[in-house]
């Protein structure tokens, strides 16, 4: 897994298009009536929350379960950018799993 922040969207999608699974984290919430409250109160203390962008359905299913998911939730399944939401405990492994990470 590799992070990329904010300014690098079209580097986690390409990352993830040639097969590799890219997180990516941010504070963008553009839709807020529909957001989950834990991530709009992530984004109103200041804290990045994430997609975890994989089009390997399997594999993106079995990460968001490690990070400890217990409902996984595919937004664009089967299309490009297919993701995972993160934020909170999930997010913090999964940055603590990526590459590089110290």
Do not use: N, S
């Amino acid at each position: 897994m590799r992070h990329f922040t904010q300014g690098q969207v079209r580097e986690a999608l390409a990352f993830a298009a040639a097969g590799g699974q890219a997180l990516h984290t941010h504070r963008v919430i553009p839709y807020r009536a529909g957001a989950p409250r834990c991530f709009l109160a992530a984004v109103d203390r200041g804290e990045d929350i994430a997609h975890l962008i994989d089009h390997d359905m399997d594999r993106l299913r079995a990460t968001a379960r490690r990070l400890g998911l217990r409902r996984v939730y595919i937004d664009r399944q089967g299309r490009p950018g297919q993701h995972v939401d993160l934020c909170g405990g999930p997010l913090r492994r999964a940055l603590a799993m990526c590459e590089g990470a110290v």
